[in-house]
C-alpha cells in the first residue's frame, strides 16, 4: 500500500464523488486501491449510489415533472397582478428617477450660473452677492475731493469744518427762517470695529447743520441731531437765537448692522434728521439717502431733503 | 428580459414563467414529493421571483436565483407539512385510523427500492436537498452551496453524510 490511510482513501472517494479530487488526489487514491482489497468494494459500491439514486429518482419523478394545466392558468392569473404591481412599480420609480435628474439638473444649473453671474438684485438690478455684501464699506469711488465741490458754481458749498475729506454728496433745506444742511463724505478712519472712530459703514460719515437766518429771538433752544428713529438732543441753551447761529453734527453711521442691512436689502432709505426747537416752535428737515450695493462697495443714491411733518 | 419583466411587460412575464417553471416544479416536487404540494411550491415561487427581480444583481445564474427562491419556499412547506404530520399521527393515535397507498403509489414502490425510498424520506431536509440537488438536478457542489447559501465545504460534508447513510441502507437490504 502507498502512503494514505484507509480513512484518507474513503475522504478521497467522497471529493472524487463531488467532482472535487485534484489530479494528484486521484493518482494517490488509484494507487491506494489497486493494493488494498478491504477499501476496493466500499468504493465501488459508493460509485453506484449515483446511479442507483438517479435511477430512483428519475423513476418516481420525471413522469411527473410537468406541471398541470391548473396550476399554469393560476400562475398567469397571478402574474397578471405581479405585472400590473410591477408596472405601477416601475412607472413610480421611472417618475422619482426623472424628478430626481430635474432636481440634480436645476441644482447643477443653479451652481454654474451663480458661479459665473451671480443673480441679479430684484430692486437694484446689482448683481446679488453685492446686495449681502460681507462687510460693509463705501465704495471708494464714490469720494470725491473737497475742491471740486467747492468749486462748484453754486451758492451751496460744503462746510469748512469738511476741508480736509472727501465729500460725496450734500444737500440743503430751508424751513422758515432756518436753513438745513446734509452732507455725506469718507473719512477711512472710521470702520465698524473701532469705538473710537466708529461707523457701521467703514469709511462713511455725516455732517449736518442748521444756521438761523431770521430775526433775534429770546428765549429756551434745543437742536437735535440722528438717524431716525434714535433722534438725540446735542445742546440745550437759553439765549437769544440771532442771525447766523447754528450747529453743527458730525458722525458716522450709528446705526446697527442688521439696519444697515435691511435698508440695503428692502431698498429702503436711510433717515437723518435734524431739528432746532425755539420760541418759533420745531423746525428741521429730514434728509435720507439709499444705500445701493456695488462690487467695490456701497454707493449712495437718491439723496434728498424733506420738511418735518407734524 | 429581466429589465422587461421589471417593467411589467406582459409577453416578457410570460416568457420567463414559460421558460423556468418545468424546472422549477421538478425542483419542488423533488423536495416536496407531493404533486399538489410541488405546483403550488411552483407558483409560489414564480410569484416571488417576479416580485423580488430588483433584488436579482446578476451575481448568480438566473435559474441559481430561482432555484434558490424554491429551496426557500419548499423549505417552509416542509415545516407545515411536518406539523401537519405530527397532527395526522396525533389524529391516527385518537381514531384508530390507517392510510392506504393509492394505486399509483403502489406501482411506484414497486418499481423502485422501497429501502432505499424510505431512507431519502426519513433523512432530514438538510441531507436530503443536497443529495436530490446532486443526483436529480445535476448540479455541482458549487452551484448547490450558492442555492442553498452554504459554503461548498458543507455541502460536501452534507452530501457525505447522506450517501454514507444511503450506502449502509442499501449494504443492508444486500445490494
Sequence with gaps: ????????????????????????QGLLLEEHLASCASCRPYVSEMELLPDRL?????????????PSQNMMARIQQQTRRVIMSNRVSFGLRAFAGFVALVVL????????????????????????FASHPAILAIDSNSCKPYSEFYSLDSIFRPPGQ??????????SLVDGDFVFEFW??????????????????AGLAIASSWRYNGPKIEGENRDYYGFEPDIRMSTGWTGPLFRASGGVGQMGINLSEETIRQHIQQGTPVRFRVMVDSPLGRNGAIFSFILVPAESGLMIADLHAEHLTP | MIEQCRAGNTSAVEYFVQIYQQDVYRLALSILDDLDEAEDATQESLLAALRALDLFHGASSLKT??????????????QHQKRRQRLEIVLDAIFQRT????????????????????????????????????????????????ILQIPEGTVHSRLNTARKLLHAVLKEGSL
Aim: hydrophobic share 35%.
Design chain 1, 1 to 24: 500500500m502507498n502512503g494514505i490511510s484507509h480513512k484518507q482513501a474513503i475522504q478521497l472517494t467522497h471529493r472524487r464523488l463531488d467532482g472535487m479530487l485534484k489530479e494528484k
Design chain 1, 162 to 171: 469738511l476741508h480736509e475729506y472727501e465729500l460725496i454728496q450734500g444737500t
Design chain 1, 54 to 66: 438517479q435511477r430512483e429518482f428519475h423513476a418516481r419523478w420525471d413522469e411527473k415533472e410537468v
Design chain 2, 65 to 78: 436565483w430561482l432555484f434558490s427562491i424554491t429551496v426557500n419556499v419548499c423549505r417552509t412547506r416542509l
Design chain 2, 99 to 146: 392510510s392506504t397507498p393509492t394505486v399509483e403509489e403502489t406501482a411506484i414502490q414497486h418499481e423502485s427500492n422501497q429501502a432505499l425510498w424510505n431512507a431519502i424520506h426519513k433523512m432530514n431536509e438538510k441531507h436530503r436537498i443536497p443529495i436530490v440537488l446532486r443526483y436529480y438536478h445535476d448540479l455541482s457542489v458549487t452551484e448547490i452551496a450558492t
Design chain 1, 105 to 128: 439638473g436645476s441644482s447643477l444649473n443653479y451652481i454654474i450660473k451663480n458661479l459665473q453671474n451671480p443673480i441679479p438684485n430684484s430692486a437694484t438690478g446689482e448683481p446679488a
Design chain 1, 184 to 201: 455725506l463724505y469718507c473719512d477711512t478712519s472710521l470702520k465698524p470695529d473701532d469705538p473710537a472712530h466708529w461707523s457701521t459703514i
